[in-house]
């Protein structure tokens, strides 16, 4: 079977020629405290390197976690983090803007600032309670919101082994609201040699559920393991 390629190059379809920003409507990209960082990160070098524009919103514990899972060393403020990883990923400087937690003002705020969707990935049980119960505390959480009364896309990568009966309920409740509920919880049916792989498992089936083409896994039926 032929195995993913490594992290670099993403194999994604520009939406844009190289050094050009785009004129689509940005991905919203909301990153809390959960386990697996690096879903997130992988996810948002997907999506600037096939050239969409990205608005990231970071909760305090999606810094702290990136911190302790990754190497990347994030400043505190959100435009210097822009800057950082505008520079880490070597993308457009317009590709990518971060907004701090109560940046109210900010466009994820509004309903009238159209968006290609959102994700929260990864997402944590806290935000997944918030959002299920229409609270808008903070920018990730009132972007949510507005991306559910919008009826556009919005997609959660929840993180957290066992869920609790809360956990399931707060799911159930958004599945119906019509949230993509996206449980970080890789396939090993493409036989990962990596932890790279497994991560793009689930970058993979977010991508498909954004509808961006991708080709990080070969689909099933297209490329099948040998038995033995
Ligand atoms: C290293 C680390 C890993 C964590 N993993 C998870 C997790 O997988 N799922 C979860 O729901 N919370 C997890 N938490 C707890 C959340 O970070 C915490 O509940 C936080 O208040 C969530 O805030 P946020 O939703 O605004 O990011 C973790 C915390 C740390 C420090």
Redo the contacts with the bound molecule.
Sequence with gaps: MTQPSARSPTDLEPARPAGEASTSPPIILGM?????ADYGLRLLQCLLESGWNVQLLL????Q??IH?ETPLRLPGRPRAIQQRLIEHYGCHPRQLRVFGPDEWTAPPASGSALTWGMVVC?C????LAAIANGNSDNLLERAADVSLKEGRKLILAV??TPFSALHLENMLRLARAGAVILPANPGFYHRPATVAELVDFIVARILDQLAIPHALLPRWGQDEPELS
Excluded at 32 to 36: I, K, L, M, R
Excluded at 124 to 127: N, P
């Design positions: 809390t405290g959960a386990s697996g909760s305090k514990a999606a702290i976690v302790m990864p944590t049980t806290g935000t993180r957290e």
